[in-house]
């Protein structure tokens, strides 16, 4: 038994069964509090990771969008769940290129994570949660963020549980889920109320899908693979399908514009992934093989192309950023 699940089977001889949100929640805090999941020796490898052209094209939608809102000297660079600092360290070259001096600040609940994320980014300031974020302008970016916060599974309008049943983990129930996640909803919604309050753009890359429906979308993922969600409690990545109707709905009802949402394949190209690549493979032709491979993962349709997703959020008076046409 891992450490989590025999923890999960002492709070459940105690309490009674717990939902399916607050298994996912105990799972992915025990998760990422102990480890740097993230890369070819991790479980998991993401877009910033595959290549830093991800990160850069992300700070050029960023610098775009700050720099027609005329350069606001107090605007901030933000980032949820920022995994090692690669997509920042990228994203904030490029912006620093075109004048932007603004704090960094990281959403973060690792303590593992976050010393990553200060030998890339020594200067960043840490937060526990999007509403500690400060009052000013927000360039913000959450990659693989949502996908992590904890979901609900009802079946029949019934909450769907976890028990213990022959010594082991079980669901009580199955049938036809519907999924919600009030967690998300709420981090949207602080995102989007800060938006329009103090101004600035949000993007969000996940993947999910753009109607809400029906369906079980929870998944675990350990050492590149595919794992039962109750098996090794805590030793493996918990994530959901975001259901981008719904973050959507959030954004609008507090207060903020939302883009109409693209997949990351029409969105890396509309931003000229393509033209990067033949800029960095003329430079460095060693790498050439390295970058079209890495072009094809981010934007190949049986890759990541088609099931990531972008959205921007913006405050009603900023622009939207680039992409999104
Ligand atoms: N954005 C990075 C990492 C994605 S992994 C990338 O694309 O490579 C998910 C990240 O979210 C990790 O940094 C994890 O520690 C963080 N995270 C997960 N749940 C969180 C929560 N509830 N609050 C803050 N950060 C969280």
């Known amino acids: 038994m891992t450490p989590l699940e025999r923890a999960l089977h002492e709070r459940i001889k105690s309490e009674g069964p717990i939902t399916v949100e607050a298994y996912m929640e105990a ?7 102990t480890r740097d999941p993230l890369g070819a020796r991790g479980d ?32 901030v660079y933000a980032e949820l769940g920022p995994g090692r600092g690669t997509l920042a360290s990228d994203a904030l070259r490029v912006m620093r290129n075109v004048g932007f001096s603004g704090e960094v600040h990281f959403v973060e609940t690792s303590p593992v994570l976050r010393e990553a994320q200060r030998a890339a980014l020594p200067d960043a ?7 500690e974020l400060p009052d000013k302008p927000l360039l913000l970016v959450a990659s693989e963020f949502l996908d992590a916060l904890p979901i609900r599974q009802q079946v029949n309008g019934v909450e769907r549980r976890v028990v213990i049943a022959a ?21 949207v919604a602080a995102i989007a109320r800060r938006l329009a309050s103090d101004g600035g753009v949000a993007l969000v890359i996940d ?8 369906g079980d979308t929870l998944q675990a ?23 981008f109707e719904s973050l959507a709905r959030s954004a609008r009802e ?28 003329t430079a460095n032709p060693e790498r050439a093989d390295e970058l079209a491979d890495a072009v094809q993962r981010l934007t190949g349709g049986d890759e990541m192309g088609d099931l990531f997703k972008v959205i921007a959020i913006h405050a009603p008076g900023w622009p939207a950023p680039p992409g999104f046409e």
């Open 221 to 243: 993922v350990r050492r590149h693979g595919y794992s039962p969600v109750l098996a090794n409690p805590g030793e493996q990545d918990l994530t959901s399908h975001v259901d």
């Open 254 to 281: 507090a207060g903020a514009s939302v883009t109409p949402l693209v997949s990351q394949e029409e969105w890396l190209n509309a931003l000229g992934i393509g033209q990067r690549a033949a800029a960095l493979a």
């Open 207 to 214: 993947y999910g899908h753009s109607h809400s429906a029906p």
């Open 27 to 33: 799972c992915n805090s025990y998760y990422y509090a």
């Open 125 to 131: 300031d840490w937060h526990e949660s999007v509403d």
């Open 44 to 75: 998991f490898t993401t877009a910033p990771e595959i290549s830093q052209m991800f990160g850069e094209i992300v700070g050029a939608a960023l610098a775009d969008c700050w720099v027609r809102a005329g350069s606001p000297q107090d605007a």
């Open 167 to 187: 010594g082991g983990l079980a669901f009580d129930r199955d049938g036809d889920i519907v999924e919600s996640s009030p967690a998300r909803d709420e981090a």
